[in-house]
T-cell receptor, first 113, second 113 residues
Framework: GENVEQHPSTLSVQEGDSAVIKCTYS??????FPWYKQELGKRPQLIID?????GEKKDQRIAVTLNKTAKHFSLHITETQPEDSAVYFC????????????FGTGTSLTVIP | DVKVTQSSRYLVKRTGEKVFLECVQD?????MFWYRQDPGLGLRLIYF???????EKGDIPEGYSVSREKKERFSLILESASTNQTSMYLC????????????FGPGTRLTVT
């Protein structure tokens, strides 16, 4: 099956700095790559996603880039704020039905005021 | 607004007990999922269902079964709970169509003693 690796496992940044989280995947057939944010004690929620026919997608302070050749994708958060502190999960979908999600192990981001 | 609810936030059971975790969604979604979340391991798919009475194994189905008798309800069953099943269990649902976004429930923290 698919194997998604996520780095780093923890990340601390100063407020206002940028944060980058990277994921690699193993199956070149994967075609959809979402990022979920889970605040402490809350449920994961989708924050941004990208499909394999797109190289970059941006939504205000967050962006995702995809390199299909190298099989890696990254989450970029600019001008970080304390409310960005959370655990972030990347995922990849191999199954064309869209149901077999493979999640990374998560990155705990702390934004220091 | 999608609402996914789970029957309990916290549950404590004894080894060998039969455990039922219930999930209900109110958006008429065809697809429903059960994950377990453990520190350092991310979210791992146990089972999913794409229609009433239909189910598919995920990555870690051993020791679990599921039931989907109604479209809005998806149950996870631990036939004989063991201590290694102590974990956070998350339910999710997704509609059909181009969006692969999964909507998560609040989670059930299960402790098996």
């Amino acid at each position: 099956g698919e194997n998604v690796e996520q780095h780093p496992s923890t990340l601390s940044v100063q407020e206002g700095d940028s944060a980058v989280i990277k994921c690699t995947y193993s199956d070149s057939a994967s075609n959809y790559f979402p990022w979920y944010k889970q605040e402490l004690g809350k449920r994961p929620q989708l924050i941004i996603d990208i499909r394999s026919n797109v190289g970059e997608k941006k939504d205000q302070r967050i962006a995702v880039t995809l390199n299909k050749t190298a099989k890696h994708f990254s989450l970029h958060i600019t001008e970080t704020q304390p409310e960005d502190s959370a655990v972030y999960f990347c995922a990849a979908i191999k199954d064309w039905s869209g149901n077999q999600f493979y999640f990374g192990t998560g990155t705990s981001l702390t934004v220091i005021p | 607004d999608v609402k996914v609810t789970q029957s309990s936030r916290y549950l404590v059971k004894r080894t060998g007990e039969k455990v039922f975790l219930e999930c209900v969604q109110d958006m008429d979604h065809e697809n429903m999922f059960w994950y377990r979340q453990d520190p350092g391991l991310g979210l791992r798919l146990i089972y999913f269902s794409y229609d009433v009475k239909m189910k598919e194994k995920g990555d870690i189905p051993e020791g679990y079964s599921v039931s989907r008798e109604k479209k809005e309800r998806f149950s996870l069953i631990l036939e004989s709970a063991s201590t290694n099943q102590t974990s956070m269990y998350l339910c999710a649902s997704r509609g059909t169509g181009r969006s692969y976004e999964q909507y998560f429930g609040p989670g059930t923290r299960l402790t098996v003693t």
